[in-house]
């Protein structure tokens, strides 16, 4: 495993350590119980929207008995001018271990990590950078739906130029053997993406699949411009994973959504909570993985004993 004490983007990840995040995580969802050797205070630093994330890194920092300090960026002291680094600069300074931080810009994490802060840190999204977290749950659905990912098919559909989530997905996914292909409007597919994989219309894709992993447009980092002339009815018939194109998936294909889902645009709403869709899955999974991203670090701290960890998760895939 990384002896980092942050945890900001999948190019850290070898295989081995997403096998161990992976196993980790399988682990707790079994009831594996970890014991903290003292008090260990966790904040959560969200300076865009979230439901999912947010409240799933919470749950798993209080499920490993961490006490969660509350903070609110619209009352905090970077409303007056203060730098984000100074603000963790203050959190570390009264004995927070952990900052998990979701930010607007790009790598807002490069100069945190340049500085060497003790406390650890994990990235809950950067802009249209990297979501890491996201990612491993990712993983950990594909795996425990295939118990493998070599030579899988999987196409990341829809707003593929502002998706971390896309970003993060086809790095680890290739890395890992996936074949990968993208779909969604061709203005939104560009050579960071045709590095990993090759763009086809969906209707070419949705036969054979084992993996439709949808995105939602992100009206948020759209022009205005853009996003007035945005049509969703017409969005969701030439881009969107309609009842008929699913009709058209493979038995043992899934579907899968890093949510929030707009029903009716980049899927129909039926689909949701169909039989293929892991999508409500993709967000218990959430949890324990992040659980197991956060162990690693608390071992790293020496917070944790290592040799219960080490156990537990240090399993090859099948």
Request: glycine residues 6%.
């Amino acid at each position: 495993m990384q002896t980092t004490n942050y945890l900001v983007s999948v190019d850290q990840f070898s295989n081995a350590d997403v096998t161990h995040y992976i196993h980790l995580a399988q682990a707790f969802k079994r009831g594996l119980a970890v014991t903290l050797k003292r008090p260990a205070y966790a904040m959560n630093l969200f300076f865009e929207n979230s439901t999912r994330t947010h409240t799933s890194f919470e749950m798993a920092e209080r499920q490993l008995g961490m006490q969660v300090i509350p903070f609110d960026p619209k009352t905090s002291s970077v409303t007056k001018g203060e730098s984000l680094l100074d603000t963790l600069k203050t959190i570390q300074a009264i004995g927070v271990d952990l900052a998990v931080i979701r930010h607007p810009h790009d790598h807002y994490y490069q100069p945190l990590i340049e500085a060497g802060l003790d406390m650890s840190l994990i990235n809950a999204g950067d802009g249209s950078g990297q979501h890491p977290s996201q990612s491993l749950l990712d993983m950990l659905t594909i795996y425990e739906e295939f118990g493998h990912f070599d030579g899988l098919k999987i196409a990341i559909v829809g707003d593929l130029q502002h998706s971390r989530v896309a970003r993060s997905n086809m790095m680890l996914l290739t890395q890992l053997g996936a074949q990968v292909y993208f779909s969604g409007p061709k203005a939104w597919f560009n050579a960071d993406f045709a590095k990993y994989g090759d763009y086809r219309p969906l209707d070419e894709l949705v036969g054979e699949m084992d993996v439709m992993m949808l995105l939602r447009v992100q009206h948020e980092r759209l022009t205005a411009d853009k996003d007035a002339t945005f049509d969703a009815a017409s969005y969701h018939q030439q881009f969107g994973l309609t009842a008929a194109r699913a009709a058209k998936m493979p038995a043992q294909a899934i579907i899968m959504h890093p949510a929030p889902v707009n029903r009716g645009v980049e899927i129909a709403s039926e689909l949701v909570d169909a039989p293929q869709s892991r999508i409500f899955q993709q967000m218990t999974n959430g949890m324990y993985i992040r659980m197991a991203m956060i162990t690693q670090l608390l071992v790293q701290k020496g917070l944790l004993a290592a040799e219960p960890i080490e156990e537990v998760a240090h399993v090859n895939f099948n």
